[in-house]
């Protein structure tokens, strides 16, 4: 190997190549490249449940991160299908997620420990690993104590809840479906396009142009609300079904969001939970060291944004990167009114001027994020929710109504 080869290796480790350019995924690029990333990240895993392992942990850290990186931009699962490039995106963001858990480990000072286990078992480090690689919120572990979980409202019985678990998967899946048309529905020519376009109709009125784009975000909104729930039911079902977990291992993924009085009810607690550790160690833990709560808020929600434009990027890197970080860095800086106006008055954000407040800010800032999804061509991926296809009909009936009455 030549000195060049040498000082150029640097840069083609790290280098990001083109879809065209990756490998395909097939039982090659799986060994390769997936394996190993998977069970190093098991292996870190085992090494923070354990005793005096920190140095160990910090020096296999960058070795991980290394192979967590190669699995994530060096295999193409579209199969040459742009449309499919969503599945791309889909694996990238779980390694990011994935990276950002081992680095969160790897600081750590004190062994995780794990204080809630299923009824009857008994302590096994084995169990232990794979529940930890698996559990994103953390459930039973002393790193979520702090976190309030959804009361349970599922059956008791394991034979129904394995019912109402396959139940809700496929309801889940078929609000996806329903909610895809209907975005699809609004614009055929654009948003079924790989290119993307916005939300904005240039062509309306600013109010009519307003009220538009309201609706797609609301209508995003339950499409992303319901795709996670059908992610977290499949993985329930099999957590359960096959793998004879306890049910109390998978508590809800939400609490209807839909009547949340505030802001911070909604995003701390209402909505999913499952990337919040990630947000938290990108963001908050670096602004909350300099600024104090202020900076762990706001850097959180920061987190957040940097996660969310890795989705995009990772679409279309033509978006321009400050759609999400601006869209999440204003639902922190919403929280931080939130806590002003509680210092200054002594009373907390709540009631029905609360729902208003709540939901006003999030239409406001989040049809910036739904904005940046559909100019990232994200509305014209493959659509895998089939399932509601028999009622396109119907949604293009009533969506074109609604579009004909925004223009007259």
Not at 41 to 61: K, S
Not at 127 to 137: A, E, K
Not at 281 to 304: A, E, K, M
Request: aromatic letters at 16%.
């Amino acid at each position: 190997m030549s000195w060049t080869s040498l000082r150029s290796l640097p840069i083609d480790i790290f280098r990001v190549p083109p879809v065209e350019e990756r490998l395909p995924f097939n039982k090659y690029s799986f060994l390769a490249y997936i394996l190993p990333a998977y069970l190093s990240y098991h292996v870190m895993a085992l090494l923070v449940i354990l005793p005096r392992t920190r140095l160990l942990r910090i020096a296999l850290w960058p070795l991980i991160t290394l192979l967590a990186f190669r699995a994530a931009v060096y295999i193409d699962f579209s199969g040459g299908d742009p449309k499919r490039t969503f599945l791309n995106v889909n694996f990238a963001l779980i390694v990011f997620c994935f990276a950002v858990r081992v680095l969160e480990w790897t600081v750590r000072k004190d062994p995780l420990k794990r204080h809630i286990r299923p009824a009857g078992s008994s302590p096994s480090i084995l169990m232990d690993v794979l529940d930890l690689s698996t559990n994103m919120r953390g459930f039973g572990w002393n790193l979520s104590k702090s976190f309030r979980f959804p009361p349970e409202n599922r059956p008791t019985s394991r034979l129904w809840f394995i019912a109402y678990v396959f139940a809700s998967f496929w309801f889940s899946r078929f609000i996806c479906g329903l909610s895809q048309l209907a975005l699809l529905a609004f614009s055929p020519e654009t948003f079924t396009a790989l290119s993307g376009d916005t939300i904005f109709d240039p062509t309306l009125p600013p109010l009519m142009r307003y009220i538009r784009s309201s609706a797609l975000t609301i209508i995003d909104a339950w499409g992303i609300y319901a795709v996670m729930q059908m992610n977290y039911d499949i993985v329930t079902f099999f957590g359960v079904a096959v793998f004879q977990q306890d049910p109390a291992q998978w508590p809800p993924a939400y609490d209807k969001p839909w009547k949340s009085d505030s802001l911070r009810d909604f995003w701390g607690y209402r909505w999913h939970q499952f990337l919040r550790r990630t947000f938290i160690v990108v963001g908050g833990w670096p602004l909350g060291s300099l600024f104090g709560h202020v900076g762990y808020v706001f850097g959180t929600f920061l987190g957040s944004g940097i996660v969310h434009n890795v989705v995009v990027v990772v679409l279309n890197h033509t978006v321009e990167w400050w759609c999400m970080i601006l869209s999440f860095g204003m639902m922190g800086v919403g929280v931080v009114l939130e806590q002003v106006f509680t210092s200054l008055t002594g009373r907390q954000v709540g009631g029905w001027i609360g729902r208003v407040w709540t939901m006003t800010w999030l239409l406001v800032w989040g049809s910036l994020m739904t904005d940046g999804f559909a100019r990232a061509g994200m509305f014209g991926s493959a659509n895998v929710f089939e399932v509601a296809v028999p009622a396109k009909g119907i949604v293009d009936h009533y969506v074109t109504a609604f579009d004909t009455w925004l223009r007259t």
